[in-house]
């Protein structure tokens, strides 16, 4: 196993007596290498600027960088993020998984620019993108986030600190035991590794919360960094809190988790839309054609990395449509789908998280419309 430097050693002890499962499964979850198209594109630089395994920060533009995690190597980052520097001012994407990660992130900005950071930005609430954000508290850096985001990360993730494993993890334990066949018994052994991981990150951390509500009806709205323009925007999908950050004059759109790149997309949070979100990739597909994404998990993309999650939704919106009008009740329906050959490589990070939703949101929306 991989630790990084700056964990005590109760965290070690933390993390190594409590991420068995999670780990299991973010092994399964191979980073693939940077596509080949990309490898010609001259924005994107070749060689990573650092990289820590569990994450790699590479240049994607002039004055544009990625950090890119794979979760195979530990939970110090998980989601990717990045940063934007101009000639007066820097922004930071992502709290991330640790402060580590954050702190990790900030280190690989200061080999590049010493311009003081204008902000940090979550991207949305989830736990991955914030769990590291005490690093900013710490350091007097600016938290930004979408207006809802810091009641989202207090009312999602404080229930959970303090709180008794067994309580949290045993009606999932249930569900292992009375499941019903084989596909539902390894969904929902699979959703208890990811809501045992999510219970020892949030359990061991300190929550940060954003200080600097974005209002989206406010959005979007230009930050000039010097020289360097960003564009915040906010679109529906896949949390009711996520913010894009564009930058149009070199077609790089840093998208959250509104793109999972080559991954099943996760769609289990209350505010997810998934008709919501499929417009929005439409529009994303509708941005230049040499668009360049840095998603919220996955490698870095062009707009066939748009189409292909754009596929994903298809296959599993024409398979629930299937099941819907055969009168196929939707908590049957959720577990009965098969992932196609072309996807077999595509992560899931669990299925009650990703494919499931998916499914019951779509009839829900389907019986919404019909009623
Ligand atoms: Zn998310």
Redesign the pocket.
């Known amino acids: 196993m991989h630790l990084t430097s700056g964990f005590s050693r109760r965290e070690f002890l933390a993390h190594t007596s409590c991420f068995g499962a999670f780990y299991a499964l973010a092994l399964r979850i191979p980073l693939p290498a940077l596509a080949a198209d990309l490898a010609g594109d001259s924005r994107v630089s070749q060689t990573p600027l650092v990289d820590k395994g569990f994450a790699a920060v590479r240049k994607v533009g002039n004055g544009l960088y990625a950090t890119i995690s794979d979760p195979s190597k530990g939970p110090t980052t998980l ?1 990717n993020g990045g940063f934007l520097v101009g000639k007066e001012a820097a922004l930071l994407i992502e709290g991330f998984t640790t402060p580590a990660g954050a702190s990790f992130q900030m280190d690989a900005l200061r080999i590049v620019s010493q311009v003081p950071v204008k902000a940090a930005l979550d ?4 736990f ?2 914030s769990m590291g954000n005490s690093f900013y508290g710490a350091n007097n850096v600016p938290l930004w986030a979408h207006a809802t985001a810091a009641k989202r990360i207090v009312d999602s993730y404080s229930p959970l600190q303090g709180a008794d494993q067994e309580t949290v993890l045993g009606p999932l334990e249930k569900r292992i035991k009375d499941a019903k066949s084989d596909a539902e018994r390894a969904h929902a052994q699979g959703d208890l590794n990811a809501v045992t991981g999510v219970f020892q990150i949030a359990n061991s951390s300190i929550l940060g919360l954003p200080n600097h509500p974005l209002d989206p009806a406010k959005l979007p709205m230009s930050i000039d960094l010097g020289g360097l323009t960003a564009v915040l925007e906010s679109h529906p999908g ?2 009711g809190t ?1 913010i894009v950050t564009r930058v149009p004059e070199q077609n790089v759109v840093y998208t ?2 509104l793109l999972f790149s080559g991954w099943y997309p ?1 769609c289990f ?1 209350e505010k997810a839309t998934i008709s919501g979100w499929r417009e929005t990739l439409k529009k994303f597909a509708a941005f230049d054609k040499d668009a360049l994404f840095v998603p ?2 996955g490698q870095i993309c062009g707009q066939e990395g748009i189409a292909s999650i754009r596929e994903v939704f298809d296959d599993i919106a024409a398979y629930t449509e299937k099941m819907f009008k055969a009168g196929v009740p939707a908590e049957e329906a959720q577990h009965r789908y098969t992932v196609p050959d072309k996807f077999k490589n595509f992560p899931i990070y669990a299925w009650g998280f990703t494919i499931g939703p998916a499914i019951t949101k779509l009839y829900s929306e389907w019986q919404a419309a019909k009623s």
């Open positions: 989601c991207t949305h609430y989830h991955d993108h896949h949390s996520d959250g988790d996760v949070d919220g998990h």
